[in-house]
């Protein structure tokens, strides 16, 4: 019997869609079914082949071997993944497989990642594309019988393959450049370079601020106040000036102009994008956007009850309307207005929602028709999903409606004040919101003037603050830098580079990071050129441009990038070097941060010596004083020391950390720590104890 092999992104969406394609016979690599044979991948299995793969002498890092532009770069397995790739290709060689199933994410990255994968193993049978936006039992079977063959996405696999190859271009190069001509580990990249670059202009303004005081006039009639209308928010420089100003107006009476009613309605917001998301995460919890992603990820992948997150569209699809009531219905016993909404009919009250031209891959993030179980989700994930579902309800909810009333008073030509007040008439979408107006104002439609008097107010300007992941997002976002699904890793490789860091919820850039802007070539750090070229990936895609003209252009490019590296005469100050020196080669060490902490590296390419700056404290007691022990990197091998008290013991190698202890010498450590663990008896008790004996 004929079996279709199916290659889902990792494996637990292997499992989950073997159980509903009944593949139930598991194998250490797969499942099996009458039907279908399901594999997975662990992410890509695949890379791009490194130039030290196409050259020997690309080996070396050589400023006069740039620009690196192969004919041809090519693919490679990833080594730790290899026994699943070589698994596949077993599976797929075998004689009741006839055709073969892309079941990867739905997106550019999972195109691209099934493709090469299947490349790879030289598959040359029938392919169908599975294309899904969640991830329930309802949506895979819709998706199961609504295959489409896989060549309906050449433009999407070639779109991808385009993104990757112009950062390898772009990327190693540049980087290789960089690092060449200044002795220093510096990375550089069409997307991160000017991602960088916004933080870094936002941190220049802030150093360079200077506070300014201004002054400010108020009208003040009975219990309401009016700000002068004028075409500067600082409206006076000095006092002075505004108490002349003030002087004009004194005694003359306010001429009441016009006086405007209206209703200001406003619809609840769209459902979220995933940058959305990512930054009101980021404003109210902190969230970095890696983090936001894995948790939305984790909604989709594991628990089910929302759509697919990497979506760049805040719409959905007309068909989706037919599902709307299903979706309310399990959430109905999450949020309870949920059951409100449902007696009104589920009427959708947010109409502009549906609009199919304005959605691209996948729509907006959405609760599935998936029941939620509030008790299976983390703290963070029911956050997450709060935001979703607040959003989601917010489609059904009436508009909030406020009634504004404004009235304008002139005092001649000299001045114009406007009075405000605001009052909710409908509540609608928004929630706890106070009904009562922000102040009460005095009845001007019997009044044709007023005798006001006037206030002065002493300010001060305020720093523009500092970028948050979220606000970089949103810039990042609207410069077409990077896509949803990679803009949150760009954030991480800045910080993880040492190019950026994180100062509680604001972003700062390093001072590596402040050179490296110094030292790369201005047309990399400034947006426009990346956005270009994301609207060109875009375009492929869409089948509007060939892959290979864009390619060329990016090597066109790469050429001149490098080219103004090499002819670059900006001096570069390493921050990073200390005037410690190295035991072996005398050099200087560098500092460098990672994940165990700040180490020392050796400055000399050619000298491997490091160590840590810090000792690092182990969980191994102290046998004197019991208090954590430090880790310190000796000559002949590690070992503990105590801090406090100086005593030193031998690190036992992994070998002997395992060895298990004879009986004999389990009872020996017992009885020693037991008698550690007794109280020590009291300078009381030990001289009541004398006096006794005595």
Known sequence: MSKKLVLAEKPSVAKDLAK?????????????????????????????????????EWRKWELNDLPMLPKSIGIKPLPKTSGQLKSISQLAKRNDVTGGIIATDSGRAGELLARWIFEWIGFNKPMERLWISSQTKKAVEEGFSKLQPAKNYDNLYQSELARTKSDWLVGLNVTRALTTKYEDNLSAGRVQTPSLNFVNVTQERIEKFLPKTYYTVDCLYENAKARLVTKSPQQFATRKDAEDFVAKLSGKLGKIEQIQVKDKSQNAPLPYDLTEIQRVGNALYGYSAKKTLSLVQSLYETHKIVSYPRTDSKYLPTDIEATMKERLQVVASFDPRAKAFIRDGAKVTQRAVFNNSKVTDHYALIPTEEMPRAEKLSSDELRIYRLILERFLGLFALAYVESQVSVTVNFGDEAQFVFKQSKVKQAGWKLDVDTKPTKEMPDFTTLKSIKGSFSINEELTSPPKPLTEGTLLEKMEKSGLGTPATRAEIIEKLIRTELMERQGNSLRVSPKGKQLLTLVNPSLAQPELTAKWENELELIAKGKLKGNIFLKEIEEETKKLVTEIKNSKVEYKDFALTTKLCPDCNSKLREKNTKDGKIYVCSNAECSYRRRAEPKLSNHRCPTCKKKMEIIEGKNGAYFRCKFDGTTEKMLDKKDRNKKISKHEERKLMKKINQQSEPEESPLAAALRKAMEE
């Open 20 to 56: 509903i394609l009944g593949a139930n016979e598991n194998r250490k690599t797969y499942y099996e079914g009458k039907n279908y044979i399901v594999t997975w991948a662990y992410g890509h299995l695949l890379t791009l082949k490194m130039p030290e793969d196409l050259k020997p």
